[in-house]
């Protein structure tokens, strides 16, 4: 069911990837782990359809949702590096419609780390908005913040990326999604996109969403009762569908639940360019971008970041409750997702990268000169969802006396 390649010192690690395939925890994907800038771990396995009828091939590929993020951020931190942008100047002084309604002073840096309240769009949309990038930015641009700026964060799940787009085209004047293919993707040959071309679709696995909540069916209830009665996970997953709330706002204006389940396997999602979500590509392309970053920054003498901004950019901006995640504990970075006991970057809390919707994950480690890449189809709700490649890390991390 594995096929791929794996370092005789890391067996465990491979069979915690092919049980989770036997066991139908997973029902495709791939994993791909860099040790010092070698693989040491490059398996795929499973099958991209529901029928099983449909191999995962070593090209497949798959959106990975929010693991995006990182990528994107990687993009603006070489703009940052090069003195193009400034962390600390207003967002405005690069994007001056975006000074309405009060954000004349929100700097770079809270767009970064889910600080500036633009954690949604006020404005109903309707499915499928996203897509439409002028759209998003002039609604965020001219709309008040959903809170005091600075004075909290709230997961940007959506407009994250349409904020730091946006900022990269008016510095640079390319999308992030050319940015990206111009200056990172092409040079280190990785395959990996920021809207995909139609010439990728036949090796496309969908996405498959996890099973609903058995309280989702009582939410029109639970909706009208007091909110004083509710528990804390109650209120958060009845907030999920009133997008007055920063949850809703953030996760379903507009709903990507259509086309059978996941908007993300419509052909307008996998076209367009959402870098906050719908990056497609395989687990050894992410393996290896984060490879570069756990190892100084440069890869034969391509350059992509350098030690100091790496540093900058691991360095914690947000800590504590997330108030667009029922007040889950999350820590951010320039960017980047850094760990907590809720969403792992491996073992070493010191490691950066992000997760996915649903399990996939990329992630540094480098002061461990540690990078890993994995990606998936059938998609897990909650803290569940990084179970297979936190595992895997965790044995990989146990094999070579990591602790920490």
Same mark, same amino acid.
């Given at each position: 069911?594995?096929?791929g390649?794996?370092?005789?010192? %890391?067996?465990?690690?491979?069979?915690?990837?092919?049980?989770s395939?036997?066991?139908?925890?997973?029902?495709?994907g791939?994993?791909?782990?860099? *040790?010092?800038g070698?693989?040491?771990?490059?398996? $795929?396995?499973?099958y991209k359809? #529901?029928?099983?009828n449909?191999? $995962? =091939?070593?090209n497949?590929?798959?959106?990975?949702?929010?693991?995006?993020?990182?990528?994107?951020?990687?993009?603006?931190?070489?703009?940052i590096?090069?003195?193009?942008i400034d962390?600390?100047?207003?967002v405005?002084?690069?994007?001056p419609?975006?000074? #309405?309604?009060?954000?004349?002073?929100? !700097?770079?840096?809270?767009?970064?780390?889910?600080?500036?309240?633009?954690?949604? *769009?006020?404005? /109903?949309?309707? +499915?499928?908005?996203?897509?439409?990038w &002028?759209l998003?930015?002039?609604?965020?641009a001219? #709309?008040?913040?959903?809170? =005091? !700026?600075?004075?909290?964060?709230?997961?940007?799940a959506?407009t994250y990326?349409?904020l *730091?787009?946006?900022?990269?085209?008016?510095?640079?004047?390319?999308?992030?999604g050319?940015?990206?293919?111009e200056?990172? @993707?092409?040079?280190?040959?990785?395959?990996?996109?920021?809207?995909?071309?139609d010439?990728?679709?036949?090796?496309?696995?969908?996405i498959? /969403?996890?099973?609903?909540?058995?309280?989702q069916?009582?939410?029109?209830?639970?909706?009208?009762? !007091?909110?004083?009665?509710?528990?804390?996970p109650?209120?958060?997953?009845?907030?999920?569908?009133?997008?007055?709330? /920063?949850?809703?706002?953030?996760?379903?204006?507009?709903?990507i639940?259509?086309?059978?389940?996941?908007?993300a396997?419509?052909?307008?999602?996998?076209?367009?360019e959402?870098?906050?979500?719908?990056?497609?590509?395989t687990?050894?392309?992410i @393996?290896?971008l984060?490879?570069?970053? @756990?190892?100084?920054?440069?890869?034969?003498?391509?350059h992509?970041?350098s030690?100091?901004t790496?540093?900058?950019?691991?360095? +914690?901006?947000? &800590?504590?409750k997330?108030?667009?995640?029922?007040?889950?504990?999350?820590r951010?970075?320039?960017?980047?997702?850094l760990? +907590?006991?809720?969403?792992s970057?491996?073992p070493?809390?010191?490691? %950066?990268?992000?997760g996915?919707a649903?399990?996939?994950?990329?992630?540094? &480690?480098?002061?461990?000169?540690?990078?890993?890449?994995?990606?998936?189809?059938?998609?897990h709700?909650g803290?569940?969802?990084w179970?297979t490649?936190?595992?895997?890390a965790?044995s990989v991390?146990?094999t070579?006396?990591?602790?920490?």
């Amino acid at each position: 069911m594995v096929n791929g390649y794996c370092d005789d010192r %890391f067996i465990k690690a491979r069979n915690i990837f092919e049980k989770s395939l036997e066991d139908g925890f997973e029902l495709g994907g791939a994993i791909c782990l860099e *040790v010092k800038g070698e693989k040491v771990l490059d398996l $795929w396995g499973g099958y991209k359809d #529901q029928d099983r009828n449909e191999t $995962w =091939e070593e090209n497949t590929i798959v959106n990975v949702f929010s693991t995006t993020k990182g990528i994107a951020a990687i993009c603006l931190l070489q703009l940052i590096e090069k003195g193009l942008i400034d962390i600390e100047k207003s967002v405005s002084n690069y994007w001056p419609e975006f000074s #309405q309604s009060g954000k004349e002073d929100i !700097p770079v840096k809270y767009l970064f780390c889910h600080k500036s309240g633009l954690c949604g *769009v006020r404005e /109903p949309l309707e +499915t499928g908005a996203f897509s439409d990038w &002028d759209l998003i930015c002039n609604q965020l641009a001219k #709309q008040e913040p959903l809170w =005091e !700026p600075g004075s909290a964060h709230g997961y940007h799940a959506i407009t994250y990326g349409h904020l *730091v787009g946006e900022l990269l085209k008016r510095v640079d004047g390319r999308t992030i999604g050319t940015y990206f293919k111009e200056e990172i @993707a092409e040079p280190l040959d990785l395959d990996f996109w920021i809207g995909l071309p139609d010439s990728e679709f036949d090796r496309v696995s969908d996405i498959y /969403p996890s099973k609903p909540s058995p309280l989702q069916f009582l939410f029109p209830l639970l909706a009208k009762l !007091p909110r004083f009665l509710l528990p804390g996970p109650t209120k958060f997953l009845v907030d999920f569908g009133d997008t007055s709330k /920063p949850v809703g706002a953030a996760f379903n204006n507009p709903p990507i639940a259509s086309n059978n389940g996941m908007e993300a396997n419509t052909k307008k999602w996998r076209n367009a360019e959402i870098p906050a979500a719908n990056g497609h590509g395989t687990a050894r392309s992410i @393996a290896k971008l984060y490879g570069v970053l @756990a190892n100084g920054g440069s890869l034969d003498g391509f350059h992509i970041l350098s030690p100091d901004t790496i540093e900058m950019a691991r360095t +914690t901006q947000s &800590d504590g409750k997330d108030l667009v995640l029922g007040g889950m504990h999350t820590r951010f970075g320039l960017g980047f997702m850094l760990g +907590t006991k809720n969403v792992s970057m491996g073992p070493n809390s010191e490691a %950066f990268g992000h997760g996915g919707a649903g399990g996939s994950l990329g992630f540094a &480690d480098p002061d461990n000169n540690i990078s890993l890449g994995f990606v998936m189809n059938q998609m897990h709700p909650g803290i569940t969802a990084w179970k297979t490649a936190t595992d895997v890390a965790e044995s990989v991390y146990k094999t070579l006396s990591i602790v920490k």
